[in-house]
């Protein structure tokens, strides 16, 4: 018998999972079926039907990506990013791919008064905010012994600050 790698056994010691079933793949937690107790599987309890979340530094990269997962789990998604147009143009190619309500928001995570109305704004489109996915960062590849003060300092303004002003607001 041929089970997913790292299967989950009950309590009885029976496999959580089916068994592989040739057209359905593995049959359990996966591909929306419930087991055979009829527990609901992890994909179902994953969904995110009716949130409504906020993706800092969305427009690109991990953000976006992550924000595109947000939306297929059927979360309504707010993409807030410095770049506004780069965030208009991520949310409609998202809107369109997943069908969900997807907004842009230009900010800047590190100003108190740009974190404030990304919130606000996100909650005026949405009626409220559920999460806040605060992914917003930078890396600047430059030893340590090399990296000038200023470089430093906007590293950890966006990839701490930000943080904790986009979560304050």
């Known amino acids: 018998t041929l089970y997913r790698p790292g299967a989950l056994f009950g309590r009885s010691g029976q496999p959580v999972l089916r068994p592989y ?18 527990n609901m599987d992890i994909i179902e309890k994953m969904r995110l039907d009716g949130k409504k979340i ?11 990506s992550v924000a595109l997962a ?7 998604v707010a993409i807030a990013d410095m770049d506004g147009e780069a965030a208009r143009l ?7 791919q997943t069908g969900k309500e997807i907004i842009s928001v230009q900010a800047d995570v590190t100003q108190p008064e740009q974190a404030e109305r990304m919130v606000r ?4 489109q949405f009626g409220r905010l559920d999460v ?14 090399e990296m000038r003060f200023e ?19």
Do not use: M, P
């Not at 704004?121 to 005026?124: D, P, R, Y």
């Not at 806040?132 to 012994?145: D, K, L, V, W």
């Open 54 to 64: 906020l993706v800092t530094g969305g427009a690109r990269g991990i953000g976006k």
């Open 90 to 96: 991520t949310a409609e190619e998202l809107a369109l």
């Open 21 to 38: 079933e040739e057209g359905l793949g593995y049959v359990g937690s996966t591909g929306g079926h419930s087991n055979k107790e009829g």
């Open 151 to 169: 470089q430093w300092k906007k590293v950890i303004d966006v990839n701490l600050t930000g943080v904790f002003l986009s979560a304050q607001a």
């Open 70 to 76: 947000f939306a297929q789990a059927g979360a309504a």
């Open 132 to 145: 806040a996915f605060c992914n917003a960062g930078i890396c600047i590849n430059e030893a340590a012994e």
């Open 121 to 124: 704004e996100t909650v005026e």
